[in-house]
């Protein structure tokens, strides 16, 4: 579904600067935005990496049922299924 997808996309974008922000916040310092830098410590690296991965998927997942909540409100029925769903079902 194009709209699950585009709100995916703006959620995710809009938790990375959140994320960034929050790493300033606490940490008092700049986050690790290049965690394979060497001059980047393996904690911090792997932190910010965990930290990204698992906030941006959640903000993702969270944009992609508010927009198939929102699309069966409007219109009464399910959204249309990806083919990555449909051909996950299919297996």
């Known amino acids: 579904m ?3 997808a585009g709100s995916a996309m703006v959620a995710g974008a809009a938790m ?3 994320i960034e922000g929050g790493w300033r916040a606490v940490r008092q310092e700049e986050p690790p935005i290049d965690p394979e830098s060497s001059t ?3 904690g911090k690296a792997v932190a910010w ?4 991965g698992v906030l941006v998927s959640v903000a993702q997942m969270a944009a992609r049922r508010g927009a198939a ?3 069966k409100h ?3 029925q399910r ?3 990806s083919r990555r769903a449909a051909v996950g079902k299919a297996r």
């Open 16 to 18: 990375s600067g959140l």
């Open 79 to 81: 959204p249309p299924r």
């Open 40 to 42: 980047t410590s393996w």
């Open 2 to 4: 194009l709209v699950g």
């Open 74 to 76: 409007l219109t009464g």
């Open 49 to 52: 990496t965990a930290l990204t």
């Open 69 to 71: 909540a929102g699309w």
